[in-house]
């Protein structure tokens, strides 16, 4: 808020300086004669050649208008006039100079540099109250989200131009901290459940400690009750065996939620949005991208996450592929739209194909490039979400990942 402020005050001061210059100026021509009087001058001398009568009154600077008679008193040395010649006659036109046009000059200067300075300094503040002072009230506010500040929600900003920007941030903390909640939550279910798993696990695992080493050192005798030690030994195992099974059924289950609404979507938004994100981006990596023809339609689903879905497989496209080419297609099968996108330089093993959608799991090809294996894993869901589904081939080089919408 400072620099604007401070912007102002410049301003401000550069305007009274304007002020006060054209004032001097202005001041400086006052006794600058006006030279208008020679305009009615000329309409006397057309009045006197039509030998019309002269009227004063339809005159400014026209004191009289004398014809001359011979007399020494037709000049007069302490008086402005014009000698005309109209009709074979001379005549003296008297007049008196203008000295007002130049208040006129001073109050149109001056109006017209009030308007300017108004619009100036009216655009100055709005930008202050408007802009600067919302943007002040927010920039902070990113650093302490990442702090894990997220219990403070932001003030509604009614600006048309950060009101959608302040909304997007509070959805974003709200979304942070229903995140960081869940995560707080399954962190405590899963301790909760290991603790009553461990608790479980140790009374079979002290009975087949107990039965072995009696086994070991011979105290049971008889063939029949050491089958009967060996049986209770593989009961308690098995009883190990589902607590391990339990634990390993925890573990898988889905860590993570989708939000999908549904609705409805021309297949064009998807595409036209895919397009102007990848368009540049492609084009400074030097890879060749392109659309191919489709018939519009409409879809089922959430338009945002269709969005998202394309852009982790054009994504992965960009990671996993040579960089020469990558193509979007479309076709279609019974009730449902396929978009498809293709890429080069596939170095992926088919056998992996139907792996490369699980979660955590990353293909052969990923080499060193950074990952977390949830890119194909999230589409997968998130099409599911939206009754589709999506899929991946390969055809040569090419690697190809197939979404299957469904038409609305």
Same mark, same amino acid.
Do not use: K, T, V
């Given at each position: 808020m400072t620099k604007i402020d401070k912007l102002i005050a410049l301003c401000a001061v550069m305007a009274v300086l304007v002020f006060a210059g054209v004032n001097l100026f202005i001041g400086s021509l006052e006794g600058t004669p006006d030279k208008s009087y020679r305009v009615e001058v000329n309409r006397v001398r057309q009045q006197l050649e039509a030998g019309e009568d002269i009227d004063l009154s339809d005159y400014e600077q026209i004191r009289a208008v004398t014809r001359y008679d011979s007399q020494d008193s037709f000049f007069k040395p302490d008086t402005e006039y014009v000698i005309a010649e109209a009709?074979?006659?001379?005549?003296r036109i008297d007049y008196e100079q203008n000295m007002a046009s130049k208040k006129n000059l001073y109050i149109t200067v001056n109006t017209a540099l009030g308007l300017l300075t108004a619009v100036l300094f009216s655009v100055l503040f709005y930008i202050r109250f408007k802009i600067v002072?919302?943007? =002040?009230?927010? +920039?902070?506010y990113p650093v302490e989200l990442s702090k894990g500040h997220l219990t403070e929600p932001l003030k509604e900003e009614k600006s048309r131009h950060f009101g959608r920007f302040v909304w997007g941030? =509070?959805?974003? +903390?709200?979304?942070?901290e229903d995140n960081k909640q869940k995560e707080l939550d399954h962190a405590r279910t899963e301790k909760t459940m290991l603790l009553s798993l461990s608790h479980d696990i140790k009374t079979p695992l002290s009975a087949i400690k107990l039965s072995a080493q009696a086994l070991a050192k011979g105290i049971y005798k008889e063939p029949e009750k050491q089958k009967q030690t060996v049986l209770g030994i593989s009961s308690n195992a098995d009883e190990i065996e589902r607590y391990v099974a339990q634990i390993i059924q925890n573990a898988e289950h889905d860590f993570m939620t989708f939000e999908v609404q549904d609705s409805q979507f021309y297949l064009s938004t998807a595409v036209d949005k895919i397009e102007s994100y990848y368009r540049d981006k492609l084009s400074m990596l030097g890879t060749e991208f392109s659309i191919g023809e489709y018939a519009d339609c409409l879809l089922r689903g959430d338009p945002e996450r269709m969005q998202e879905v394309l852009q982790n497989i054009i994504e992965n496209a960009i990671k996993y592929g040579d960089g020469r080419c990558i193509s979007l297609s479309f076709s279609e099968e019974e009730d449902c739209r396929l978009i498809t996108v293709s890429n080069t330089g596939c170095s992926l093993p088919e056998s992996e194909l139907d792996t490369i959608f699980e979660s955590f799991r990353r293909g052969s090809n990923s080499?060193?490039?950074?990952?977390?294996?949830?890119?194909?894993?999230?589409c997968r869901r998130l099409m599911n979400e939206m009754g589709g589904e999506v899929f991946a081939e390969t055809e040569g080089d090419l690697m190809k990942v197939t979404v299957v919408c469904r038409k609305k």
């Open positions: 009709g074979g006659q001379l005549y002072r919302p943007f =002040d009230r927010i +920039r902070d941030l =509070d959805m974003l +903390r709200e979304r942070l080499g060193s490039q950074p990952g977390s294996g949830l890119g194909l894993y999230i």
